[in-house]
Nanobody, 121 residues
Framework: QVQLVESGGGLVQPGGSLRLSCAAS????????MGWYRQAPGKQRELVAA???????NYADSVKGRFTISRDNTKNTVYLQMNSLKPEDTAVYYC???????????????WGQGTQVTVSS
């Protein structure tokens, strides 16, 4: 089994910054794609940013130029630096990781528990 533990959410004023972290642990042979999704009240979960193991990155249009995703493969950790935050960024942010599991010897998708980000004055 693999666990994803997120941290870094909170309340911030418009224009402020937050940094989210997500650490994967457990029966990991290799982490493949890692990413962040978010879900606002009454809306579907949407991709915010994703990063492949080799470093290729994809961002949602709504966050390009403001958010930066990065990862540390030695720590099985993915980060999301969020700058110039807007009220519309308010949502629960979920970490996602595709992991090659040592115990089952196949890849699985795992999700974190979610962390609340609220942008409000």
């Amino acid at each position: 089994q693999v666990q994803l533990v997120e941290s870094g959410g909170g309340l911030v004023q418009p224009g402020g910054s937050l940094r989210l972290s997500c650490a994967a642990s457990g029966s990991i042979f290799r982490t493949n794609a890692m990413g962040w999704y978010r879900q606002a009240p009454g809306k579907q979960r949407e991709l915010v940013a994703a990063i492949l193991r080799g470093g290729s990155i994809n961002y949602a249009d709504s966050v390009k130029g403001r958010f930066t995703i990065s990862r540390d493969n030695t720590k099985n950790t993915v980060y999301l630096q969020m700058n110039s935050l807007k009220p519309e960024d308010t949502a629960v942010y979920y970490c996602n990781a595709n992991v090659w599991d040592r115990s089952s010897w196949r890849d699985h998708d795992y999700w974190g528990q979610g962390t609340q980000v609220t942008v409000s004055s």
